[in-house]
């Protein structure tokens, strides 16, 4: 099975895709490319969109290469292959991102991308560091994962879904931020698991399973 | 609820440990890969690389350290030293940095702040502030290792690399560091308190208690330090533990 890291140069893409070929190496017949080249897409058993950075630059940039949206959309919405997103890539699945401006998202699952606005001052913003998860629905990519197992989080903004049935997990600060969210095939991270040590990795091990 | 991060920094010159690193039995004490893999094993919350010998030539060394830490420690990193443009943070994150820490040129010129922030998000870019007490209640930057004074404001200096979109402040007091009296508590607390981003306390850690002021008296949300976990005085599980004591919210494995 090959796994894509789609490639549209945001953030750190070294570090998932050195947390992805160590888990796929744990598996048989396992494959992890990185690329932007739409013919690989379509060739890849499932997907991943990582990111980092504001939205409407990440937006942009998936847009921008030729025929990588296209391949996206066709791999996810018609072919409906798994497809992991993973902070900013996790955002994108959202109707829309109101970071600097009003940004269409994939609209995958319908909410928005809104600032955190913790309402307590000793509360900072970026949201960062560990934090422990509520969880609140099950899940293939969340079996073994337990309430109070801590997720590494480094973000601005957050997704507010509109139905919240869709949403897995969840961690609080103040208010209620979404950790987890999926809808069919499509399953959205807004933590890194790539940086979350053994929590993180074993949820990439759990999605390179997942066969829906 | 979002936990006290507790970050052991690695100061690197030339791709080795200064000092090197003596709290396990590592084959190598002076290989940054090692320790960070052993920091990483240990629980430790995040990771700090300091390059303190940074100059244009040993740059490919500070990014290849990146990429060697990232291929094996999946936890979050930041690196330092030298950094001067949007290129070296580019650089830098694709090397496997998560952050990536400014000095001295965000003192230069801080719009080299908001160039990198517009580019790679807030999340990613720290600003290091090194600041002295010069009078009570007011503490000045200092460049070069606190040699070089520049006559201006640490609070103002903070409120204005926040402004241009850095998205957490590593704050060394340099009457402390390297002192082992504890924080400089009156500065942390006022860089905490007037900023809207998450700030690392640094300098003069020599106990546990240190670490639990800098976050109850300081107002820090993470607490860096160097030598009391590199030579072995305290572990990270009893660092955490002493914190959780004290009632500070820790993510205990």
Same mark, same amino acid.
């Given at each position: 099975?090959?796994?894509?890291?789609?490639?549209?140069? =945001? +953030?750190?893409?070294? =570090? @998932?895709?050195?947390?992805?070929?160590? !888990? @796929?190496?744990?598996?048989?017949?396992?494959? &992890?490319?990185?690329?932007?080249?739409?013919?690989?897409? $379509?060739?890849?058993?499932?997907?991943?969109? *990582?990111?980092?950075?504001?939205?409407? @630059?990440?937006?942009?940039?998936?847009?921008?290469?030729?025929?990588?949206?296209?391949?996206?959309?066709?791999?996810?919405?018609?072919?409906?292959?798994?497809?992991?997103?993973?902070? &900013?890539?996790?955002? !994108? !699945?959202?109707?829309?991102?109101?970071?600097?401006?009003?940004?269409? +998202?994939?609209?995958?699952?319908?909410?928005?991308?809104?600032?955190?606005?913790?309402?307590?001052? $000793?509360?900072?913003? *970026?949201?960062?560091?560990?934090?422990?998860?509520?969880?609140?629905?099950?899940?293939?990519?969340?079996?073994?994962?337990?309430? +109070?197992?801590? @997720?590494?989080? &480094?973000?601005?903004?957050?997704?507010?879904?509109?139905?919240?049935?869709?949403?897995?997990?969840?961690?609080?600060?103040?208010?209620?931020?979404?950790?987890?969210? =999926?809808?069919?095939? $499509?399953?959205? !991270?807004?933590?890194?698991?790539?940086? =979350?040590?053994?929590?993180?990795?074993?949820?990439?091990?759990?999605?390179?399973?997942?066969?829906? | 609820?979002?936990?006290?991060? #507790?970050?052991?920094?690695?100061?690197?010159?030339?791709?080795?440990?200064?000092?090197?690193?003596?709290?396990?039995?590592?084959?190598?004490?002076?290989?940054?890969?090692?320790?960070?893999?052993?920091?990483?094993?240990?629980?430790?919350?995040?990771?700090?690389?300091?390059?303190?010998?940074?100059?244009?030539?040993?740059?490919?060394?500070?990014?290849?350290?990146?990429?060697?830490?990232?291929?094996?420690?999946?936890?979050?990193?930041?690196?330092?030293?030298?950094?001067?443009?949007?290129?070296?943070?580019?650089?830098?994150?694709?090397?496997?940095?998560?952050?990536?820490?400014?000095?001295?040129?965000? /003192?230069?010129?801080?719009?080299?702040?908001?160039?990198?922030?517009?580019?790679?998000?807030?999340?990613?870019?720290?600003?290091?502030?090194?600041?002295?007490?010069?009078?009570?209640?007011?503490?000045?930057?200092?460049?070069?290792?606190?040699?070089?004074?520049?006559?201006?404001?640490? #609070?103002?200096?903070?409120?204005?690399?926040?402004?241009?979109?850095?998205?957490?402040?590593?704050?060394?007091?340099?009457?402390?560091?390297?002192?082992? /009296?504890?924080?400089?508590?009156?500065?942390?607390?006022?860089?905490?308190?007037?900023?809207?981003?998450?700030?690392?306390?640094?300098?003069?850690?020599?106990?546990?208690?240190?670490?639990?002021?800098?976050?109850?008296?300081?107002?820090?949300?993470?607490?860096?330090?160097?030598?009391?976990?590199?030579?072995?005085?305290?572990?990270?599980?009893?660092?955490?533990?002493?914190?959780?004591?004290?009632?500070?919210?820790?993510?205990?494995?």
């Amino acid at each position: 099975m090959l796994t894509a890291l789609i490639d549209y140069e =945001s +953030g750190n893409l070294h =570090s @998932a895709q050195k947390a992805f070929e160590r !888990m @796929a190496a744990e598996l048989p017949n396992e494959e &992890v490319i990185v690329t932007s080249d739409p013919e690989k897409l $379509r060739r890849a058993d499932r997907l991943v969109l *990582p990111g980092d950075g504001a939205f409407p @630059a990440c937006k942009a940039a998936l847009v921008e290469k030729t025929g990588l949206y296209e391949a996206l959309l066709e791999a996810v919405e018609i072919d409906a292959k798994p497809f992991l997103g993973i902070c &900013v890539g996790m955002q !994108m !699945m959202a109707s829309f991102g109101h970071e600097y401006q009003t940004t269409p +998202g994939l609209d995958w699952i319908a909410g928005d991308i809104r600032p955190i606005a913790p309402t307590d001052p $000793r509360l900072k913003v *970026p949201h960062m560091g560990w934090n422990d998860l509520v969880i609140t629905g099950a899940h293939p990519v969340l079996e073994g994962l337990k309430n +109070g197992d801590h @997720a590494y989080f &480094v973000h601005s903004y957050h997704f507010v879904l509109k139905d919240k049935a869709q949403r897995l997990a969840h961690v609080e600060y103040d208010d209620e931020i979404s950790a987890i969210v =999926s809808a069919g095939t $499509r399953i959205g !991270m807004q933590f890194h698991p790539e940086k =979350s040590q053994s929590t993180g990795l074993h949820l990439i091990s759990n999605f390179l399973n997942w066969r829906p | 609820m979002l936990k006290t991060r #507790i970050i052991p920094c690695l100061d690197v010159a030339e791709g080795r440990v200064v000092k090197g690193v003596n709290f396990v039995d590592l084959v190598d004490a002076g290989d940054p890969v090692e320790a960070a893999r052993a920091y990483d094993a240990a629980g430790a919350d995040e990771l700090c690389f300091l390059d303190i010998k940074a100059t244009h030539e040993n740059r490919s060394t500070l990014f290849d350290l990146a990429r060697r830490t990232a291929e094996q420690c999946f936890m979050p990193l930041t690196v330092g030293g030298g950094v001067r443009n949007p290129a070296d943070v580019r650089n830098l994150l694709l090397a496997g940095a998560d952050k990536v820490s400014f000095n001295s040129a965000a /003192v230069a010129d801080p719009d080299v702040i908001a160039q990198s922030a517009n580019h790679f998000g807030s999340q990613c870019i720290v600003v290091a502030i090194d600041a002295k007490t010069v009078a009570p209640g007011k503490w000045e930057i200092f460049t070069h290792g606190g040699r070089r004074a520049t006559g201006i404001d640490a #609070i103002d200096f903070a409120l204005t690399v926040v402004s241009k979109g850095a998205g957490e402040i590593l704050l060394t007091s340099m009457d402390r560091d390297g002192t082992r /009296v504890g924080f400089n508590l009156p500065l942390t607390r006022a860089i905490a308190d007037a900023v809207s981003v998450p700030v690392i306390a640094s300098g003069g850690v020599g106990s546990l208690d240190h670490l639990v002021e800098g976050v109850t008296q300081g107002g820090a949300s993470a607490v860096l330090a160097a030598s009391i976990f590199h030579f072995g005085d305290f572990t990270i599980q009893e660092a955490k533990a002493h914190m959780a004591a004290a009632g500070i919210p820790m993510r205990m494995s």
